[in-house]
């Protein structure tokens, strides 16, 4: 564990991918925007912003067909902007697997016309450009199946002892009939045991929104992991403290004093992780250098953020910046 967050630390710049079937609504439910609603209006948490009920959500995979994805040029990119490692959200808070699961069906080979395996063809993609590779999985959040009811059980209980109880990211509009412990039991563990074992080049479990969840639940999230490769490193997000890396909040830029462990900042290219049709406010190639260069010269990473659209494309924003990004590194990587 020692040598892989060595190694890890060594790495400096990667890329974060944020793709899911928000992609689609891209910020806009029923010609709303986001800015309208609850929530905290990134791309990526329209179905609670908009409280989209579970069945009417499940139906955008049906429409789900990014004949644009290019998992080969993606990770080209990446290489070519000097980012050594990429992590993609292999299930975000909707539920939805980007990957074939054996769990659940609601995934990307499963229950849309595309039919194919994102994960697989980063992980693949990935191998030739010698691009290291992660997953983002939301753990305790997951507006599909069940996540919810540990709030709704820790809230009632508060409520009789007079405290106050956050139920932030919490599906409370249309909550599936699970129990918490069914979606651990038979959801979210089991796809992380998937996860790792149908990819064995998985190196990072980016996990996340601990909120409410325990700590005997974070730690079998932990358990599992390490039990199948004790070499995985986990983020801190995994809540109770049980990370292996620190993650600062998004977009910040930490003391260098701050940290007595390795850390990753995550940052977007505008205002959103999801792809947002609206959201133009990108950062110039200059100001990313900026974070970049601040954020390694205090012995960080910087992880990266796009958000490819709901056809797989990649905004020309970004991929603009990022050869940009890749043409000051061609310069000066080594200097
Ligand atoms: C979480 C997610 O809810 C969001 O959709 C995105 O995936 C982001 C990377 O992570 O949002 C957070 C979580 C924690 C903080 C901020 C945003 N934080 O600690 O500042």
């Given at each position: 564990k020692k040598e892989a967050l060595k190694e890890f630390q060594d790495l400096k710049f990667g890329m974060f991918i944020h793709w899911g079937l928000y992609s689609i609504p891209a910020g806009t439910w029923k010609g709303k925007?986001?800015?309208?609603?609850?929530?905290?209006?990134?791309?990526?948490w329209i179905q609670l912003a908009a409280q989209i009920p579970r069945k009417e959500y499940a139906a955008l995979a049906d429409q789900f067909?990014?004949?644009?994805?290019n998992a080969d040029e993606i990770a080209r990119m990446a290489r070519d902007a000097g980012m050594k490692y990429l992590v993609i959200t292999a299930k975000h808070h909707e539920g939805f697997a980007m990957y074939k699961s054996d769990v659940s069906s609601f995934n990307i080979v499963d229950a849309?016309?595309?039919?194919?395996?994102a994960v697989a063809e980063l992980v693949k993609a990935c191998r030739k450009y010698g691009v290291r590779f992660g997953v983002y999985y939301s753990h305790n959040i997951d507006w599909a199946d069940g996540a919810d009811a540990q709030y709704k059980e820790t809230k009632e209980a508060n409520d009789r002892l007079g405290k106050p109880t956050s139920t932030f990211g919490?599906?409370?509009?249309d909550p599936s009939p699970n129990t918490y412990q069914e979606y651990l039991d038979e959801k979210s563990v089991p796809q992380v045991k998937e996860l790792l074992t149908k990819y064995p080049?998985?190196?990072?479990m980016w996990f996340?929104?601990?909120?409410?969840?325990?700590k005997e639940q974070s730690f079998r999230f932990y358990k599992t992991v390490y039990d199948i490769n004790p070499r995985v490193i986990v983020a801190?997000?995994?809540?109770?403290?049980?990370?292996d890396y620190a993650i600062p909040g998004d977009n910040q830029i930490p003391d260098?004093?701050?940290?007595?462990m390795p850390w990753e900042t995550v940052g977007t290219?505008?205002?959103?992780?999801?792809?947002?049709?609206?959201?133009?406010d990108w950062k110039s190639a200059q100001e990313l250098l900026y974070w970049l260069l601040q954020i390694v010269s205090k012995g960080g990473n910087y992880m990266l953020n796009i958000g490819p659209r709901g056809d797989g494309s990649v905004p020309e924003p970004v991929v603009k910046n990022l050869k940009e990004i890749g043409d000051w590194m061609k310069v000066n990587q080594d200097a």
């Amino acid at each position: 564990k020692k040598e892989a967050l060595k190694e890890f630390q060594d790495l400096k710049f990667g890329m974060f991918i944020h793709w899911g079937l928000y992609s689609i609504p891209a910020g806009t439910w029923k010609g709303k925007k986001m800015e309208e609603m609850k929530g905290p209006g990134v791309a990526e948490w329209i179905q609670l912003a908009a409280q989209i009920p579970r069945k009417e959500y499940a139906a955008l995979a049906d429409q789900f067909n990014p004949t644009s994805f290019n998992a080969d040029e993606i990770a080209r990119m990446a290489r070519d902007a000097g980012m050594k490692y990429l992590v993609i959200t292999a299930k975000h808070h909707e539920g939805f697997a980007m990957y074939k699961s054996d769990v659940s069906s609601f995934n990307i080979v499963d229950a849309t016309p595309f039919k194919r395996d994102a994960v697989a063809e980063l992980v693949k993609a990935c191998r030739k450009y010698g691009v290291r590779f992660g997953v983002y999985y939301s753990h305790n959040i997951d507006w599909a199946d069940g996540a919810d009811a540990q709030y709704k059980e820790t809230k009632e209980a508060n409520d009789r002892l007079g405290k106050p109880t956050s139920t932030f990211g919490a599906n409370l509009w249309d909550p599936s009939p699970n129990t918490y412990q069914e979606y651990l039991d038979e959801k979210s563990v089991p796809q992380v045991k998937e996860l790792l074992t149908k990819y064995p080049e998985i190196r990072y479990m980016w996990f996340d929104m601990p909120e409410l969840i325990r700590k005997e639940q974070s730690f079998r999230f932990y358990k599992t992991v390490y039990d199948i490769n004790p070499r995985v490193i986990v983020a801190e997000r995994i809540g109770n403290k049980m990370g292996d890396y620190a993650i600062p909040g998004d977009n910040q830029i930490p003391d260098d004093k701050k940290y007595n462990m390795p850390w990753e900042t995550v940052g977007t290219f505008n205002n959103s992780w999801g792809y947002k049709s609206y959201d133009h406010d990108w950062k110039s190639a200059q100001e990313l250098l900026y974070w970049l260069l601040q954020i390694v010269s205090k012995g960080g990473n910087y992880m990266l953020n796009i958000g490819p659209r709901g056809d797989g494309s990649v905004p020309e924003p970004v991929v603009k910046n990022l050869k940009e990004i890749g043409d000051w590194m061609k310069v000066n990587q080594d200097a």
